[in-house]
């Protein structure tokens, strides 16, 4: 188990997509669409094989803390509405840290 605080998923993604973007401007083609060639082995082995390898990676991340941070959003929502007292949810801004499974 990984703890983290949802900043320092939230920082994860944002790197990871800022990354992503750049890739997706330098070749034109959205993460998903190039991913999905990528592990289907259908782009080139050639002069861009590090660039594909990093932007892999890169997607991959972002795939991964998309979902840790729907799950961590589903927990906490699931704890709000049990928690609550009155006919409102009070939502605290203090931010807790979290424990998610690293994906093997």
Do not use: C
């Amino acid at each position: 188990m990984i703890e983290a605080t949802i900043t320092q998923v939230l920082d994860d993604l944002r790197a990871a997509d800022e990354i992503t973007r750049t890739f997706e401007r330098r070749y034109w083609l959205s993460s998903a669409d190039f991913y999905r060639l990528y592990m289907q082995g259908l782009l080139d082995d050639g002069e861009h094989t590090d660039d594909f390898a990093e932007w892999s990676a890169y997607f991959q991340v972002k795939q991964d803390r998309e979902a840790v941070l729907q799950t961590l959003s589903e927990e906490r929502l699931r704890h709000l509405i049990s928690n609550r007292g009155a006919e409102t949810i009070s939502i605290d801004p203090r931010e807790p840290a979290l424990r998610w499974a690293v994906p093997a």
